[in-house]
């Protein structure tokens, strides 16, 4: 899988340009308090095919490592599927659980870790400081 660069569409170094573009994107989000697809968000995040979908699960993937060695809540919660009745995908509870952040229930869990990113990134979003 290759990943490209939306500013001239050439393969980039992906491992740290999209995660840092999909928390940025999900940063400005988090004020609004409300999830965002997996569909919508390869689209916000323009990515080019094949695998766009690939790409955007391995950009939070990254995200949930980060946020997780950070102890930050994490930020890939907001993201959801549509056809798991909003939920995130599966990889989303594998890769929390490799983290060593899943407590209970995928949906218990996921309920947390939503409101605790929507309240942690919204109040982070007018700090001065990097999260």
């Known amino acids: 899988m290759t990943a490209f660069d939306v500013s001239d569409n050439t ?4 491992q740290n340009a999209l995660p840092a ?10 004020a609004q308090e409300t999830p965002v697809t997996y569909q919508a968000l390869a ?21 949930i490592d980060e946020d997780a ?6 930020i890939a919660a907001l993201v959801i599927s549509k056809a798991r009745g909003g939920l995130p995908a599966p990889g989303f509870f594998d890769r929390a659980e490799r983290a060593g952040c899943l407590q209970g229930a995928p949906s218990e869990f996921h309920k ?18 990097k999260a």
Not at 21 to 30: E, I, N, P, Q, T
Not at 43 to 63: R, V
Not at 69 to 74: D, E, Q, T, V
Not at 112 to 129: I, L, P, Y
Request: glycine residues 2%.
């Open 11 to 14: 393969p980039s170094n992906a």
């Open 21 to 30: 573009r999909v928390r940025a994107y999900l940063r400005a989000l988090s």
């Open 43 to 63: 689209k916000a995040m323009a990515l080019s095919p094949p695998n766009t979908i690939h790409q955007l699960t391995m950009a939070l993937e990254c995200l």
């Open 69 to 74: 060695s950070a102890g930050h809540p994490l």
């Open 112 to 129: 947390d870790a939503f409101e605790k990113a929507v309240k942690f990134w919204c109040d982070n979003n007018t700090s001065k400081t």
